[in-house]
């Protein structure tokens, strides 16, 4: 496809894998649209570093698990630029509930966890469907979990709505070819201040699970967001002949402990 010039918006870019996925696009030359729902001061921030660097980028808030938003951004994208070429949908929400607390799973996890994960990746996806059928191209990455591969997580919901984004990338490539590629990157333990802000304290202690998720994996490495991004950008850059297809960025944590050794 080639991102010069080409409109790029990416849910829940204020920070993070969004983030590193906004300004990786800028630098192959499109025009991003950098999505946020509570974020805006980080927002603006990632956005300033794109305009620092020469890109163009809008900056527009609204949360993707409502119909009415999501709909209301596109169109805006649309005034401004003429239509979205490539969707990230990257925006995401977890709760930390243990598996074995069933009754901590509560209704209200269920439904904003379902909410952003799931349905804001079907709402963001039929709203830019239509003008990429128009236009007779685009391309779609959705960022999921490992999570949804192994069904270990944060919490089952988690788990759950990982796992339909990875259903539902295979139903929209079989429903949107030829004009339009759906694929997905399964991300393992992704490196970013998020962990800090779900009480593993700071940076020190992030570091101490980072190194001890790494300590099993078969490359004995994290991700950090700019790795995932390199994966969601060759999606959309890249691969022509690629549909339906989930990219696992892990390190290998997917391939669980090392085989036992015949060897005594």
Not at 190 to 215: C, F, I, K, N
Not at 219 to 226: Q, S
Request: glycine letters at 12%; proline letters at 2%.
């Amino acid at each position: 496809m080639g991102l010069e010039n080409k409109v790029v918006l990416v849910t829940g870019s204020a920070s993070g894998i969004g983030a590193a996925c906004a300004r990786e696009a800028a630098r192959r030359g499109a025009r991003v649209v950098v999505n946020y729902s509570r974020s805006a001061e980080e927002a603006e921030q990632t956005a300033e570093t794109i305009r620092s660097g020469g890109g163009e980028v809008l900056v527009v808030q609204a949360d993707v698990s409502s119909d009415e938003q999501v709909r209301s951004m596109v169109s805006r994208v649309e005034q401004a630029w003429g239509g979205v070429d490539v969707l990230v949908n990257n925006a995401g929400y977890t709760s930390f509930v243990d598996f074995d607390d069933l009754d901590g799973l509560t209704d209200e996890v269920w439904t904003r966890t379902l909410g952003v994960n799931l349905m804001g990746t079907w709402y963001a996806t039929r709203a830019v469907a239509v003008g990429m059928r128009a236009r007779g191209a685009g391309a779609i990455v959705n960022v999921s979990s490992v999570g949804g591969v192994t069904a270990s997580g944060s919490s089952i919901a988690y788990v759950v709505s990982k796992s339909g984004v990875l259903t539902m990338t295979k139903a929209l490539a079989r429903t949107l070819g030829p004009q339009i590629r759906v694929n997905a990157v399964a991300a393992g333990f992704v490196q970013t201040r998020w962990w800090g802000r779900q009480g593993y304290g700071d940076a020190s202690r992030v570091e101490q699970l980072a190194t001890s998720v790494a300590e099993k994996t078969p490359l004995r490495k994290v991700a950090a967001p700019d790795d995932i991004a390199d994966a969601v950008l060759w999606l959309a850059d890249g691969a022509a002949l690629v549909t339906g297809e989930t990219i696992l960025v892990d390190a290998g944590m997917h391939l669980g402990a090392p085989p036992v050794s015949g060897r005594r």
